[in-house]
């Protein structure tokens, strides 16, 4: 009986791990009543190029898009991290005002730690503050944890932005620790980022408490 229950757990296991290996291949959407996640193409430039000049949307990033060749080569190069099996991301559309908000995505994953990033997530300033960022934030973590099995997600930001670090506190993740000298931006300053985290076992307490009006 021992033996059938080990097996029956072996094959169970390596069922999900090849699910796992597939999962840049898939064609992902997350919905619920206000945010759709649909997998990030090429063919999205035009909708993406309506929100994604907005010079404040890059004042604390690591990149910087203020023309049409930049959003290309950001496009093209998220493309090729899921391609690589390095990152999977996402538009992001507002359902409640109909048209295009931003991009997400996951990165940094590693799937035999059981681990993952939330993060290269960006708005146009006229979705901030409108609970679209919550519903988006919501939607990842749940497939994160209930799909995935993932142990942790990570989130991560510029030390200088507390808009981000406030955001992600509301949201319920644990203030870590900074990484200093972590990163080198566009502009050659050297950036210092503050880490957050949500585990498995912090999911089922936010998911009735935080995101109880999702």
């Not at 029956?8 to 997350?30: G, P, T, V, Y």
């Not at 759709?36 to 690591?62: H, I, M, N, Y």
């Amino acid at each position: 009986m021992e033996y059938i229950s080990a097996l029956s757990k072996n094959i169970s296991h390596i069922c999900f791990m090849a699910k796992l290996d597939q999962f840049f291949e898939r064609e992902i959407i997350l919905e619920n009543e206000r945010a759709r996640l649909s997998p990030l193409s090429q063919d999205q430039f035009g909708e993406l190029s309506k929100v994604a000049f907005e010079p404040g949307l890059w004042r604390l990033s690591t990149t910087k898009i203020k023309k049409p060749e930049d959003l290309e080569n950001y496009i093209t190069t998220a493309l090729e991290e899921r391609a690589n099996g390095q990152s999977y991301p996402f538009l992001i559309f507002d359902k409640q005002m109909g048209r295009v908000a931003g991009s997400t995505r996951y990165g940094a994953i590693s799937f035999p730690n059981k681990r993952l990033e939330i993060g290269w997530t960006w708005l146009h300033p006229s979705f901030h503050g409108s609970g679209l960022n919550k519903s988006c934030k919501f939607l990842l973590l749940k497939f994160a944890f209930e799909e995935l099995r993932i142990n942790r997600v990570e989130l991560k930001t510029d030390v200088l932005n507390w808009q981000s670090r406030k955001a992600m506190l509301k949201l319920g993740a644990v203030q870590e620790g900074i990484f200093r000298k972590h990163m080198v931006t566009d502009t050659g300053r050297v950036r210092n980022s503050i880490y957050f985290s949500f585990t498995n076992e912090d999911w089922p307490g936010l998911k009735q408490t935080v995101f109880a009006d999702i």
